[in-house]
């Protein structure tokens, strides 16, 4: 698939660093601006100090502040402007079933197709997602 990005801004909010890496890698590559953040406070950090990101790759499972309270913390304080997001999980479906359908844009299970992500970030970008209760992807 091949997905305009314009420059688009993404931000990476995973603890696994070799996870970081290769999606800031695959997405400057496909021509956006990706940020990273090592865990949920930081990821909200990213939040605040810079203009608003087209979408957010959020894992479910990290230390701290882990996806769940990220995504509750980003829909009360940004719900006018929030930005697609794609939830990783590790948990399967039954991550997925925890999160609100209108929270995000969709969802992918650890460890993930490349070639699958890819149309998962082109259809959020063009907003042609399905709600995350209708499963996760695989």
Do not use: W
């Not at 603890?15 to 953040?37: E, H, K, P, S």
């Not at 997925?96 to 082109?122: Q, Y």
């Amino acid at each position: 698939m091949n997905v305009n990005a314009g420059g688009r801004r993404i931000l990476v909010v995973d603890d696994d660093l070799a996870i970081r890496v290769l999606l800031q890698a695959v997405l400057t590559r496909m021509g956006f601006v990706a940020d990273l953040a090592e865990d949920g406070e930081t990821g909200l950090g990213a939040l605040e100090k810079k203009d608003p990101y087209d979408l957010i790759l959020l894992d479910l499972m990290m230390p701290g502040i882990n996806g769940y309270e990220f995504l509750k913390k980003v829909e009360s304080s940004r719900a006018g402007e929030r930005p697609h997001i794609i939830v990783f999980t590790a948990a399967g479906q039954r991550g997925v079933e925890k999160i609100p359908a209108h929270a995000v844009c969709n969802s992918i299970l650890k460890p993930f197709d490349l070639h699958k992500f890819i149309e998962l970030i082109g259809a959020c970008i063009e907003e042609r997602h399905s709600p995350c209760s209708n499963g996760a992807a695989e």
